[in-house]
């Protein structure tokens, strides 16, 4: 039998209604290039998600590796069973509420086939607000790629927060399958520098995969890795801030670990496109929002002026405003734009 090149590889919990449409979007036109890996972890809904897999795969052409994990293991650890269970030669996350957009998971296919050494690639994607909107997430003019090293992990870890499309090489992955960044929900992040820093990477500027912005609750914290961040159902001031200090853990033990400088300066990109980390809290109520301001500040992360400019048109402008306005300017750019 054919070996698969990619494996989409998704961690499933408690979303059988979200699992439906993103393995409908699924298109690959030669189903021979595509394996689905998916590990339930051990969700109230896990019957949900069983009777989802099994009515896919008896009319599906695509293979389907399923499995049910004996303990809720937690995002990261879930990111790591998958990748263990893959046999292809590439490996494109999904997370279980977003979709893979028409026709693009072919075109990904052509592009990874031409370029065999690449060890990673970021993507393009899209998101679509409630309001009707699409907001696109594109970081540069056309496909890129770069060289390995530092600068690359400088310019590429920021833009790989996104669990869907995360695209990276199977084989190199494995011997940074650990386990000290459970907990963060930023896993892939760590995976992503240590072969950027290693292997030639690129950005592939069709979108691939859109998110949708509902009000879907957050299922984090039931695994005993992510107790003690995380509360599920919700999303505390204390979340969002543990979310942003695992960008600083992976970061500071990379430095340590090469023995250079990335932590800040990542931390000022981070700065500079800050927006989507501070309106999360913004819909809270002034009070909640400036509590929460000032735990980031404690975290260094008000070195910059965009920093200040996001949080004043929050204030007075509310987050849905500023949601459109940024909607606007990058549909007129037709990118993220570069601060």
């Known amino acids: 039998m054919k070996k698969a090149f990619i494996s989409i590889c998704i961690p499933s919990y408690n979303r059988p209604e979200t699992l439906v449409r993103l393995l409908e979007s699924i298109d690959a036109a030669d189903s ?18 069983r009777a989802v897999v099994d009515k896919f795969n008896k009319k599906s052409d695509y293979k389907i590796i399923y499995e049910e994990n004996k303990e809720n293991l937690g995002y990261d650890a879930n990111l790591r069973e998958l990748a263990n269970n893959a046999g292809s030669e590439w490996i494109v996350y999904m997370g279980d509420d977003d979709a893979f957009i028409s026709g693009a998971l072919d075109k990904l296919i052509v592009f990874l086939k031409e370029r065999s050494e690449l060890g990673y690639v970021l993507r393009s994607y899209n998101i679509i607000h409630q309001n009707g909107g699409i907001e696109r997430f594109r970081y540069f003019d056309g ?26 090489k199977r084989d190199l992955i494995r011997p940074y399958l650990i386990n000290k960044f459970d907990g963060t929900l930023l896993f ?13 990477s690129a950005y592939f500027n069709e979108p691939l995969t859109c998110q949708y912005d509902k009000e879907l609750k957050p299922e984090f914290g039931s695994s005993a890795a992510e107790k003690k961040f995380y509360t599920p159902g919700i999303v505390t001031i204390e979340n969002s801030v543990n979310f942003m200090k695992g960008f600083l853990k992976i970061t500071e033990f990379l430095d340590k670990k090469y023995n250079f400088n990335s932590a800040e300066i990542i931390k000022k990109d981070i700065s500079k496109y800050s927006y989507p980390v501070l309106s999360i809290q913004r819909d809270k109520g002034l009070k909640t929002f400036l509590r929460y301001v000032k735990e980031l500040n404690k975290l260094g992360f008000n070195i910059t002026i965009y920093y200040y400019i996001y949080i004043i048109a929050l204030i007075f402008l509310g987050k849905r405003i500023c949601d459109s306005l940024i909607q606007i300017i990058k549909n007129i750019l037709g990118k993220t734009p570069k601060l």
Do not use: H, M, W
């Not at 290039?33 to 051990?42: G, L, S, T």
């Not at 496909?143 to 990276?168: H, M």
């Not at 892939?188 to 030639?200: F, H, M, W």
């Open 32 to 49: 021979k290039d595509i394996e689905i890996v998916i590990c339930e972890d051990k969700s109230p809904k896990r019957e949900e998600i």
């Open 143 to 168: 496909n890129k790629f770069f060289e390995p090293g530092l600068n690359s992990y400088i310019s590429l870890f920021r833009k790989s927060v996104f669990i869907s499309g995360f695209t990276i």
């Open 188 to 200: 892939q992040l760590y995976l992503a520098a240590e072969v950027i820093l290693k292997y030639s």
